[in-house]
């Protein structure tokens, strides 16, 4: 199944994350990445959901993060053109004889070297997924000692903004899901 990015927009409350992450849990859906943080909005923030789903899947979830009370908007960016990134830290074991190579290998990737000890070199890379993953493989030869990742998040290309606080919209069902649960609406979609 492909991976779907959602962009959900919530109140800045205490246990909102947990109402989210129980949604999926009782769904059953999986999570792939999770990142969550402060807007430029006071009291709102801003999580950028990585699910594996089909298109069906992605319109449920959508329509299931609606119906919580603390969510304000919700937008799948999955097929919008967008900029998405990642960020790792990779503490690298080295030696005197390799510790050029593989600062070498972080400016290959455009990584920086952010600590440098006597056997280790930590190494802070940004970028899409696919970038991350080769930076690993690249250093897994020399040991990676510890390594944390912080998801993915993604913003739409462009001047417009989204609004966490639209006019209230339905959320989007394909036609057939709709007219079987509730035929008035069928003929409005």
């Not at 050029?100 to 400016?107: K, P, S």
């Not at 913003?155 to 008035?184: C, D, H, K, W, Y």
Request: charged residues 25%.
């Amino acid at each position: 199944m492909p991976l779907h990015t959602f962009v959900a927009y919530v109140e800045d409350k205490p246990g909102v994350l947990n109402r989210v992450a129980s949604l999926f849990r009782r769904r059953a859906f999986n999570i792939e990445s999770l990142t969550v943080g402060h807007t430029e909005q006071p009291g709102v923030s801003r999580m950028t959901i990585v699910v594996d789903a089909d298109e069906m899947m992605a319109r449920r979830i959508e329509a299931n993060l609606y119906k919580l009370v603390n969510v304000l908007r919700v937008d799948d960016v999955t097929d919008r053109a967008s900029v998405e990134r990642d960020l790792a830290l990779i503490k690298v074991g080295v030696t005197a004889s390799n510790r050029t190579e593989v600062m070498q290998l972080a400016d290959v990737f455009r990584a920086r070297i952010v600590d440098v000890a006597n056997e280790s070199v930590i190494i802070e890379i940004t970028g899409t997924e696919d970038k991350i993953e080769g930076m690993i493989d690249v250093l897994r030869p020399f040991g990676i000692i510890e390594m944390v990742r912080t998801g993915l998040v993604a913003m739409s290309r462009g001047a417009a903004t989204v609004s966490p606080n639209p006019p209230l919209v339905a959320a989007r069902l394909p036609a057939e899901e709709v007219s079987s649960a509730n035929p008035a609406l069928a003929m409005s979609v």
